[in-house]
């Protein structure tokens, strides 16, 4: 897949560009409960911005302040420059698509989806035509007269897409927008959400709790852990560079080793590990204290698997296989280390027959590059 | 009353009792007879819903079988039963079936029975206007009150029925007579009293008091499955909250205004007791002429001929139009 325009142009990393939905300080809570904690976020014109959280993070309070559903505690959101302080939720140029996509049952699918064009008394011929495009570009053209428990999930979920898109709003929220979809489906829906955005330019604010689905959407995501948003960056940023354990381990998997800075120079750190049972090699320089305690996160695919000792002393251990499950593209390995410590390894299954196939209970050397490690304070 | 609970508790004692018949069928003493009880289709479910068919038939069918039957005799004068036979017979010889059309064709000729109908249902369909607009926002009100509320307040709406119906409307005839608590509290005040007792006003006041509970429990149960985040989308929409309502919550709701409706209406119309005590003497209502025709004109004949017309009339096209409307609504609520 080549790159979205977003990744090409990256306006988060113009210094002059103007931020379109401006988050600044905005806390909620609900009696003693701090529900969204202190959060300020720049999102620009025409990203797919992901809030992507475990469940009761905050992130669908923060999505529902947005919408104006909630009033925040505190804290400012200024939506194209202007303030959303005071404004209802029927006058802000915000649509939303709910998560159980919420269409009027009593209404034809044109009805649901003219609903929005109808509250703004625009002419029958503009409503009658826009409906009709919209209807177009989800794909849903001769289902206009059906009711909505005549179509299936995929298909009700794109209604709920137009009926949300059609008011042409400056921004779009979308709670969870895939969650009621089968596996296949999502698949195929993601790419399709991707594709209508690009064409209609209407900036998104995704909520989600699956990490696959903010991964293939977003343009940046932001994670949030109990109310605050512990990290902001681009699906790429996120995965290889997290900033903390939390990121690190919610974000796809991981193996952590706990550890001990015992020599700090400027291009290098070594750490001494007890859980890889020798010492780590991590080859860019780390902020932070000497003798800190720190965690060494290296993803499973970046981790090599052999029978023969590597020769670099740094970043090996061996083990024993105890478990592999064949995925077909590639097998995840589990192997305890002499340390006692189990670690996940996935390999690509790069040829169709191999005589020296890696099995249970084999011996082998766990080992990765210098640069594969992630090296986190907290 | 479609409460939940209530038939959630109704399938759950069906279902107990359904597998203790079984169970019984399947223990040894009765091991022998199952066959032929299969045989004869007396499993435990044919025999549950038997019960019901059975108190139908019993309560409802028989008599209203046995009122047609009266409606085609005639009237006797003297001797019991004041009516004649249908079935007689003839020199001890052969059956001889009498069927007389006379009653119904009475109605048809003396206006008086046209205008008692057509006023019935006119009293009948304003109270059930004002039903409607007194119970909607209670039954809303109740759905939206926060849910440990909830059951307190359907308990205030069903406490009346704990006291006797007639008592009620003998509180109500206390309240509004010429001497009665209001005119008490008006004259201390010094204004004149009002005439209150034996009007429209009062039989009114009596039919909705007694029928409001009819109308708030099958709208409560109706608004309270709603989503509420149908509301939100429409907002989200553009749309003000009171226009979400106009254009989500009430057409959604139609299936629970019918049923209200329908149980206020058709027994508001035969209704004889509310307007007999609180409306005034010439208050026109088919339950009165009923109620009149069997007690002073001992017209049996007449008087089932009356009710029988008024179920044709009245049942069949409200039943038609209930069948249809249930389609309807199984149609849309089921997404």
């Keep these: ?378 | 009353m479609a409460n939940p609970s209530y038939l959630a508790l109704g399938t759950r004692i069906i279902s107990g009792i359904d597998k203790l018949l079984s169970t019984v069928i399947a223990s040894s003493p009765y091991r022998w007879s199952s066959g032929i009880v299969r045989r004869a289709g007396l499993t435990g479910r044919t025999l549950v819903i038997a019960v019901p068919w059975i108190w139908l038939l019993l309560f409802f069918l028989i008599p209203f079988v046995i009122v047609l039957k009266i409606s085609f005799a005639e009237t006797r004068w003297l001797g019991s039963p004041p009516y004649t036979p249908l079935l007689e017979w003839v020199s001890g010889q052969y059956l001889q079936i009498k069927l007389s059309v006379g009653n119904y064709l009475f109605l048809l000729s003396d206006s008086l029975y046209a205008k008692a109908f057509l006023s019935s249902v006119k009293v009948a369909a304003v109270s059930t206007i004002i039903c409607l607009l007194i119970g909607y926002p209670m039954a809303y009100a109740i759905a939206r009150a926060e849910s440990k509320w909830r059951n307190t307040l359907l308990l205030l709406i069903i406490l009346p029925f704990w006291t006797s119906f007639l008592l009620r409307v003998y509180a109500w005839m206390g309240l509004l007579s010429n001497r009665g608590v209001i005119n008490q509290v008006l004259m201390a005040l010094g204004f004149e009293p009002i005439v209150m007792l034996q009007t429209d006003f009062a039989m009114y006041i009596g039919i909705v008091y007694s029928y409001l509970p009819f109308m708030i429990l099958p709208l409560y149960s109706n608004l309270e499955k709603h989503d509420l985040t149908l509301l939100e989308a429409a907002v989200d929409l553009g749309s003000r909250p009171f226009k979400a309502f106009l254009s989500i919550t009430l057409p959604l709701s139609k299936p629970g205004v019918i049923a209200g409706s329908m149980l206020v209406f058709i027994p508001a119309v035969g209704e004889f007791v509310i307007p007999r005590l609180l409306g005034g003497t010439d208050s026109l209502m088919i339950g009165r002429v009923l109620w009149d025709e069997y007690f002073l004109n001992r017209n049996w004949p007449v008087a089932s001929a009356v009710a029988i017309a008024l179920l044709l009339v009245l049942v069949i096209p409200i039943m038609i139009f209930q069948r249809y409307q249930a389609q309807e609504a199984a149609g849309a609520m089921k997404s």
């Design chain 1, 1 to 378: 897949m080549a790159a979205r325009p977003e990744e090409r142009k990256a306006p988060w990393l113009d210094a002059k560009a103007q931020p379109y939905i401006r988050i600044e300080g905005i806390t909620k809570k609900f009696g003693e409960f701090v529900a969204v904690n202190d959060v300020s976020l720049n999102i620009y014109r025409g990203e797919i911005f992901c809030l992507l959280g475990g469940s009761g993070c905050g992130k669908t309070t923060l999505l529902r302040m947005l919408a104006g559903f909630e009033q925040p505690s505190a804290g400012r959101i200024f939506i194209d420059g202007v303030s959303m302080e005071g404004v209802p939720p029927y006058e802000r140029p915000v649509n939303m698509m709910f998560q159980s996509y919420a269409l009027f049952p009593h209404m034809t699918v044109e009805q649901n989806v003219a609903f929005g064009l109808k509250q703004e008394k625009l002419p029958r011929e503009e409503i009658e035509s826009r409906v009709a495009d919209m209807l177009g570009i989800v794909k849903l053209g001769g289902m206009e007269k059906r009711k909505p428990h005549q179509l299936s999930g995929g298909q009700r979920q794109r209604v709920a897409l137009a009926r949300s898109l059609v008011k042409r709003p400056k921004l779009l929220l979308l709670d969870e927008p895939l969650g009621a979809l089968d596996k296949k489906l999502r698949e195929h829906t993601q790419f399709e959400l991707v594709n209508i955005q690009e064409r209609l330019g209407v900036t998104f604010i995704v909520v989600t709790h699956d990490q696959e689905e903010a991964m293939t959407l977003a343009s940046r995501i932001g994670v949030m852990n109990q109310g605050y948003i512990v990290q902001v960056g681009t699906p790429h940023e996120i995965y290889e560079f997290p900033n903390s354990r939390f990121v690190t381990e919610f974000i796809g998997n991981v193996n952590m080793f706990e550890g001990r800075i015992v020599e700090d120079e400027p291009d290098h750190v070594t750490i001494s590990s007890d859980e890889l049972g020798g010492p780590l090699y991590v080859g860019h320089g780390v902020s932070a204290a000497p003798e800190a305690q720190v965690w060494a996160a290296v993803r499973p695919e970046k981790m090599i698997l052999s029978r023969e000792q590597p020769s670099f002393e740094y970043n090996r251990a061996s083990g024993v296989i105890k478990e592999i499950a064949y995925m077909g593209d590639a097998s995840i390995y589990l192997v305890l280390l002499d340390s006692g410590k189990t670690v996940r390894i996935t390999q690509p299954n790069t040829y169709r027959h191999a005589d020296d196939r890696l099995t249970w209970d084999d011996r082998v050397w766990v080992s990765w590059d210098e640069s594969s490690s992630v090296v986190v304070t907290e």
